[in-house]
């Protein structure tokens, strides 16, 4: 089986949880016998390919590229639509708020395409391939995709109603490299951990805001396109938050294997993969109640309310006496969200699209 992914323009340059699933399937695909590649541009004889493989439904020039691609050579689509709905966050959590509150009054589809846009504007060549699709039907063009593989239930059930109808979808869980991320015996700190790229959908500034006298490590890097975000962090750090930027996954885990908690108390998460790592490594793991972390975690978890400041202390000072079992948690995880399993429940969605 050949297959090709495609993927928005910047994924290597600005890498996210997107990113990282796509590639993390490709691997274990490979592993499983699929011939799996990652597109560069939409110049392609797909003759060659079995299907496509698109992610990531929020980045809709792409998407509608690949599909009307997919659709000229009559091949099979498969979408992972790593989605949710942006509209809490665009009107509590964006720094530019009364940008994001004009967006509101535009269809999601709509405001998804106007972002794509305004991301290309000084290159006029994309810009106009861009401006091209803007007046596409998005959900007249993701009409022609075989089978969406949402990372949960719940997103599913959210993409369903993003098209205005039962589309057919199948669960593909998120997972993690248990080869890296497991439980190791070291002396745990008393201190939490949270791993994100520092933009404002990860809501640094409320766990800021909500200070308790632990120490909280932040690992991640600098997002490009928000500098005065990181700014903002900065003043508001009560000193016992530091940042220790962007590092290697093997020292990662070592840092999750020497923490007593992991906290991710942003605005919406398909899960965050970081919360699937610690928790593996034992961390206890303080989730947003946003997205579809409770899809994952059910009652391994404890989750906050990203907008209530108190919730998200208490949430915390709770964790540093809450007893867990960490050999169960990570067994959990480890069993039930590795890359291969994922692999393999995205193998089974290809072959009953083939079928079809």
Known sequence: MRVLFFNRFDWSTNMGGDTIQMLKTKEFLQKIGVQVEIAKGYNYDLNNYDLIH?????????????IKLGRYFNKKIVFSSIFWDFTEFNK?????????????LLPLSTQEKL????????????????????????????????????????????????LGQNVSYYVVYNGIDSKIFNLRNFQRKNIGIYSARLDPRKNHVNLFKAYTQSSIHLYGAKS????????????????NYQFKGQV??????DCYNSSNFHVMPSWL????????????CGCKIISTNRGSAKDYFGDYASYCDPND????????VNALDTKINRNELSEYIVENFSWAVSANQTKFAYEKVLDQ
């Open 54 to 66: 698109v992610f990531n439904l929020m980045r809709p020039n792409e998407a509608i590229s690949a």
């Open 248 to 253: 290697g996954y093997d020292y990662l885990a």
């Open 115 to 162: 972002k794509d846009l305004i991301r290309l504007k000084g290159d006029e060549i994309k810009f106009k391939n861009r401006l091209l699709n803007f007046f596409t039907h998005y959900k007249k063009i993701l009409s022609g995709v075989d089978l969406f593989l949402p990372n949960s239930k719940s997103e599913g059930e959210i993409v369903c109603d993003f």
């Open 224 to 239: 490009p396109q928000h500098q005065k975000y990181y700014q903002r962090l900065t003043e508001l750090n009560p000193g």
């Open 309 to 316: 400041l108190s919730d998200i202390k208490n949430k915390i």
């Open 92 to 104: 509590l959590g964006r720094e530019n708020k009364n940008f994001f509150r004009l967006l509101q």
């Open 269 to 280: 998460e398909t899960p965050g993969l970081s919360q699937l790592e610690a928790a593996a």
